[in-house]
């Protein structure tokens, strides 16, 4: 008898990608820190790529549980030791429910108490149109094309 063995593929808990000096983290779970260091090795190599400061969107899909404290830690640090090279931030919350507006008031107040929130440099965003014109302002290009193309990366919905 032959046994043949099966494996499912576990898809990853993000994705990331590069759009004209805009870096996109799509998180579809919350990150593991074997996720957190890949995507920090990730964005320091978009950075060496222009040697400026980039754009950063960090979107969380609708799906996305909630993540842990340790996780919540993880994604803070992460920010906090890459914040010189990043000249924008938005994060983007996915999702029309209660739990999701539930959720951007949650980040909105770590984002205060934390001090990564300056409404010249953190954002948090319901949709990722209204990302764009923040992009063209700041890096003087189309933004509405940035979000369109991640929109085709799947790197926002």
Same mark, same amino acid.
């Given at each position: 008898?032959?046994?043949?063995?099966?494996?499912?593929?576990?898809?990853?808990?993000?994705?990331?990608?590069?759009?004209?000096?805009?870096?996109?983290?799509?998180?579809?779970?919350?990150?593991?820190?074997?996720?957190?260091?890949?995507?920090?090795?990730?964005?320091?190599?978009?950075?060496?790529?222009?040697?400026?400061?980039?754009?950063?969107?960090?979107?969380?899909?609708?799906?996305?549980?909630?993540?842990?404290?340790?996780?919540?830690?993880?994604?803070?640090?992460?920010?906090?030791?890459?914040?010189?090279?990043?000249?924008?931030?938005?994060?983007?919350?996915?999702?029309?429910? =209660?739990?999701?507006?539930?959720? #951007? @008031? &949650?980040?909105? /107040?770590? $984002?205060?108490?934390?001090?990564?929130?300056?409404?010249?440099?953190?954002?948090?965003?319901?949709?990722?149109?209204?990302?764009?014109?923040?992009?063209?302002?700041? =890096?003087?290009?189309?933004?509405? #094309? @940035? &979000?369109?193309? /991640?929109? $085709?990366?799947?790197?926002?919905?």
């Amino acid at each position: 008898m032959n046994a043949f063995a099966t494996a499912t593929p576990t898809p990853p808990n993000f994705k990331t990608g590069l759009i004209n000096k805009v870096f996109f983290i799509r998180w579809e779970q919350p990150p593991s820190p074997q996720d957190l260091f890949v995507v920090d090795k990730r964005f320091r190599e978009s950075y060496e790529a222009y040697r400026q400061q980039l754009s950063v969107v960090v979107t969380t899909g609708a799906k996305a549980r909630v993540p842990n404290g340790e996780q919540r830690k993880g994604l803070f640090k992460l920010l906090e030791e890459n914040r010189k090279y990043i000249c924008e931030l938005h994060l983007l919350m996915e999702g029309n429910e =209660l739990q999701h507006n539930l959720q #951007r @008031i &949650i980040a909105s /107040a770590q $984002l205060i108490v934390t001090r990564i929130y300056d409404n010249n440099y953190a954002r948090l965003h319901k949709r990722a149109d209204d990302i764009a014109p923040f992009l063209t302002s700041r =890096l003087k290009v189309d933004g509405n #094309r @940035i &979000i369109n193309d /991640a929109r $085709l990366l799947g790197l926002v919905a």
